[in-house]
């Protein structure tokens, strides 16, 4: 029997009058409305924990999404952490998949020039879906995945997890001020690597303890970069002393 989760929840920022349109919902007087019917909403922490529970019934599952690592990832690490339920949620789960990457990567050369799901779906299975419906966007992205048919190795490459994003998210900062590029960002979250491990390492030792420290990012960086980009994260970490 096929396992469903789909609960609402009232938005914590006014839904704009565009995303209304596309999806149907719309909020008044703190009350949820799709197409204008009310819809039964939970508190943001009693949607997790259902989905937690939900979680908890499957075999740690993969978690596959569209376009999530740039967008719903981030949303769900930030609220898993405010709720304190991280650390739970990464015992019941494999990891993340995002088949926006995923397809990139697999249909690349074949002239597909649009990589939304919608035309994915359209393209490879010859049919359309009410989108922007959560049950049907998910259906239909499980027939996208099965029609991709990843190998372990390709899904292996492109698993990510919330570690990672928490590692990610840590070091904004240092993207915000220019003392590394957002794909270095992504290489030294790969490598587990935070904003606080970094900076205890500078200053437990000022002089060469970043550098130590960051001695696996050498081989996804060039000498000359790997030495750049210690250099600017010393000072970023010297400034904010």
Known sequence: MEKTFNVYMVPRTPIVKGASAVTGFTVRRHKLYLHHRPVQTKTHRDCLMSFLAFLRALDRPLLAGHNIKRFDCPILARVLEEFQLNEEFK??????????????????????????????????????????????????????????????????????????????????????????????????????????????????????????????????????MFTKTVDKICDFFKIEQ
């Open 91 to 224: 015992l019941l789960v494999s990891g993340f998949l995002d088949t926006l990457i995923l397809s990139k990567d697999l249909l690349r050369n074949t002239g597909i020039k649009s990589f939304k799901q919608e035309n994915l779906v359209k393209e490879l299975l010859k049919k359309s879906y009410p989108a922007h419906n959560a049950l049907e966007d998910v259906k239909a992205l499980q027939d996208l995945y099965s029609a991709l048919r990843p190998t372990p190795a390709q899904i292996t490459s492109h698993l990510f997890t919330l570690d990672h994003m928490e590692s990610h998210m840590s070091l904004q900062p240092l993207v915000e001020g220019k003392a590394i590029s957002k794909t270095t960002a992504q290489k030294l979250a790969r490598l587990g690597f935070n904003f606080e491990k970094m900076k205890r390492s500078h200053l437990q030792n000022p002089s060469e303890g970043l550098r130590q420290f960051l001695e696996p990012l050498k081989q996804e960086l060039k000498n000359s």
